[in-house]
């Protein structure tokens, strides 16, 4: 059988299950809302912090247990979760419920995203990777925007204990196909036993950092999200304010990254990952668009320079994250993955406050002249790494750490 079938299978669910999570991530977040802005900003870091904190642990999961089995244990352990926050939701829910509540979700997220980054190389490789990947990206991403609509709509009619319900249920979705799909690649990862907790870890990383062009990779994506994300969720909305457009003049200039970004992600899951040359140009490209927008007087034009960053970005990332993806270890693939994932969310926690502190003490302009070299610098790595030849072998983690490669059959099903 094609495995596209499949594949197209689980990304429906995915993109489901997605949209079921942006939902709660907004719903949960209006809910402590009453409860206080300090409520409201406890509920969301709480499900945020764990992504730094436990990712790296979800990798090391995904690859001795099997990346299929750490999606699923997560998913059903979210459903419960859901499905009771659904119930009690019923009645009043207090601030410790949604505390508990967020930080389960964060937990399951964090543990869950190196298996699913992985998940498309169990069906694909070589171009068909990158288009693939290109598709998922640009699913989820509608996922994620349209989420909060949803959730509003909801919160309208039938409140938190509906919005849990609809989570629930796109988790049942999701898990259902997750035990019914079979990846034809299956059966080349988990191929060795790695050590257990921090051992584990510490192998994936001198792996990692002796993959030719993975560090590279790794530290222009750190670059790339500790400009990009604060760009959007911090320097757009002061700037709004100091200029006065609207709420939503600035909610579509905040959008149009998005629109940016999905546009490229069309192009490539028809034609195939950019060139490298494309991929360079990219940032420079971001990079100049941010000194646009530190003149734009009009929200019209602030929202074009958005478009671009959004174009620039994802020309970036779509290159360079299928072949970090190919360049990946069979028996390492989670543990590669929860590296580039803490690659994009650690530099967002770091570079917003201090983006905002900058922004305070001498101008908005300066920070956007710090998000500008950011982006700039995300080209260097990949201007001087190589494209990896079709049909290259990735080393196996002995031949690279020194670590010790026993055997192991196929994940048994479940």
């Known amino acids: 059988m094609s495995a596209r079938r499949p594949f197209g299978a689980w990304l429906t669910a995915a993109t489901m299950s997605s949209t079921g999570d942006s939902i709660s991530f907004f719903v949960l977040g209006w809910v402590a809302a009453a409860h206080g802005l300090g409520a409201a900003s406890l509920v969301l870091t709480v499900e945020s912090v764990p992504l730094c904190l436990l990712i790296l642990f979800g990798g090391a999961l995904a ?3 099997g990346v299929r089995r750490v999606m699923v244990g997560c998913d059903a352990a979210m459903l419960l ?20 509540v967020a930080t389960l979700s964060g937990t399951a997220a964090a543990l869950r995203r190196p298996a699913e980054g992985v998940f498309p190389r169990l069906f694909f490789d070589g171009d068909l990777l990158a288009k693939r990947m290109a598709l998922v990206g640009g699913c989820l991403q ?28 796109t988790f049942a979705v999701v898990l259902v196909v997750l035990i019914v799909v079979r990846p034809p690649r299956e059966a080349e990862h988990l191929v060795t036993a790695p050590g257990r907790g921090w051992r584990a870890i510490a192998d994936g990383v001198r792996a990692a950092s ?7 990779t790794v530290v222009g994506v750190m670059a790339l999200a500790g400009a990009v994300l604060p760009l959007v969720m911090l320097c757009v909305p002061v700037a709004g304010r100091a200029r006065g457009w609207s709420a939503g003049e600035v909610g579509v200039v905040a959008a149009a990254w998005v629109a940016g970004g999905l546009l490229v992600t069309v192009v490539v899951a028809r034609r195939g990952a950019p060139s490298r040359r494309a991929a360079t140009a990219g940032p420079l490209l971001a990079a100049l668009a941010v000194g646009v927008l530190a003149v734009a007087g009009d929200w019209r034009l602030a929202a074009g320079s958005l478009l671009v960053v959004g174009v620039g970005s994802v020309l970036f990332t779509a290159h360079m994250l299928p072949v970090f993806v190919a360049r990946t ?16 969310t650690g530099p967002v926690l770091v570079a917003t406050p201090l983006l905002g502190a900058l922004a305070t003490q001498l101008g908005l302009g300066w920070a956007l002249a710090v998000v500008a070299v950011l982006l700039a610098g995300a080209a ?15 080393q196996r983690p002995a031949e690279i750490v020194g670590v010790a490669c026993e055997p192991q059959g ?5």
Do not use: H, K, N
């Open 63 to 65: 690859d001795r247990f």
């Open 81 to 100: 979760v859901m499905a009771a926050l659904a119930v009690g939701a019923t009645r009043s829910v207090p601030l410790w419920a949604l505390v508990a």
């Open 142 to 169: 509608v996922a994620r925007v349209t989420g909060p609509l949803l959730g509003g709509i909801l919160m309208a009619t039938g409140g938190l204990p509906a919005a849990a319900g609809i989570d629930a249920a």
């Open 210 to 216: 002796a993959t030719p062009g993975v560090p590279r």
């Open 329 to 344: 270890p069979p028996d390492m693939l989670a543990r590669f993955q929860s590296l580039l994932g803490l690659a994009q």
């Open 380 to 394: 260097l790595p990949i201007a001087s790494a190589a494209s990896m030849p079709s049909g290259e072998t990735p």
């Open 410 to 414: 196929r994940p048994t099903a479940y």
